[in-house]
């Protein structure tokens, strides 16, 4: 079990492209996002095995496509 489960299960009722704003998907995550989340868009990085997070959408069949400044848009 993963603290992103609860990203993944959200995502996975969306459908094509969608672009949500980090403080949505900081409440969307028990305990919040980590700090480098909104500072490294690296965070965001897809394919990324090794990183439960990056796990997460792409479990919910995403990429992200991150912002910094704003949102992060998932994408199918």
């Not at 500072?39 to 095995?49: F, G, M, R, T, V």
């Not at 069949?61 to 992060?72: I, K, N, S």
């Amino acid at each position: 079990m993963s603290k992103y489960d609860t990203l993944t299960r959200f995502l996975k009722h969306q459908a094509g492209t969608a672009e949500y704003p980090i403080d949505q998907l900081n409440e969307l995550v028990p305990g919040g996002l980590p700090a480098s989340a909104r500072k490294y868009e690296a965070w965001w990085s897809n394919n990324d095995p090794s990183h439960h997070h990056c796990q997460s959408w792409a479990a919910a069949g995403f990429t992200a496509h991150p912002d910094l400044r704003r949102a992060v848009r998932f994408s199918q």
